[in-house]
């Protein structure tokens, strides 16, 4: 059984770098084919996708947060990690970590995704930006 747990500080203060982790287990990261994305949604409004690193590494992002979103990992631990810079109270919302089992690059590239995609969820963690 994959499970997804996301970890972090759940308060940031403005102008600071949002670091979350999500650590996955029952299956691996590197694991061909597979595709672990970073999805929030803010209080009243609909999800949105920010980031995705791939198996091999690969990283895609959402062109409205591009700028400021890098998404790493760390294979030794079965992790991969969020980071958004800059933050403003806008970037309050409950953050996501999930799972694509079918990763396409041209599908992230060209924001085709859908969140049907996803067959794994963490439960999610509340961020919020204020000082």
């Known amino acids: 059984q994959v499970q997804l747990q996301e970890s972090g500080p759940g308060l940031v203060k403005p102008s600071q770098t949002l670091s979350l982790t999500c650590t996955v287990s029952g299956g691996s990261i590197t694991t061909s084919s597979y595709a672990w994305s970073w999805i929030r949604q803010p209080p009243g409004k609909g999800m949105e996708w920010m980031g995705v690193?791939?198996?091999?590494?690969?990283?895609s992002y959402s062109p409205s947060l591009r700028s400021r979103t890098s998404i790493s990992r760390d294979t030794s631990k079965n992790q991969f990690s969020l980071q958004l810079s800059s933050v403003t109270p806008e970037d309050t919302a409950v953050y996501y970590c999930a799972r694509d089992p079918n990763y396409s690059a041209s599908s992230y590239d060209f924001g085709l995704i859908e969140l049907t995609a996803y067959d794994y969820w963490g439960q999610g963690t509340q961020v919020t930006v204020s000082s």
């Open positions: 690193i791939a198996y091999d590494g690969s990283t």
